[in-house]
């Protein structure tokens, strides 16, 4: 295979896409079929030192991608752990897009 045949785009997804409650919508594959890698943001619940700890691991991945000109975006932008993500991010200096939504398609 010559070059890279990833897609270079990574969306950062809530707990619930990975696990889905029985009957709702699989965004794991909406989001591989649209050419998506993903990251996920740590799951609900977490002590607040714990949770603290895995967004700035989650950060500096990103950091990485962003510095390697990856798209990244927020599937949940709204989602209080993608908020918490923000804050960490922007405490950086980086971040994301605003309302990018990768289920709606790229470039969207």
Known sequence: ??????????????????????????????????????VALPQPGLAPEVERA?????ADQLTAF?????????????DPIAGRLTAVLAAAGRSLPARVSPLAGPGS
């Open 54 to 58: 895995a967004l700035t691991a989650l």
């Open 1 to 38: 295979m010559r070059g890279d045949g990833r897609s270079r785009r990574v969306a950062v997804v809530p707990d619930a896409y990975l696990n889905p409650a029985a009957g709702a919508d699989d965004h794991l594959v909406r989001l591989a079929a649209a050419g998506w890698g993903v």
């Open 66 to 78: 962003l510095g390697d000109g990856y798209e990244v975006a927020l599937a949940e932008p709204d």
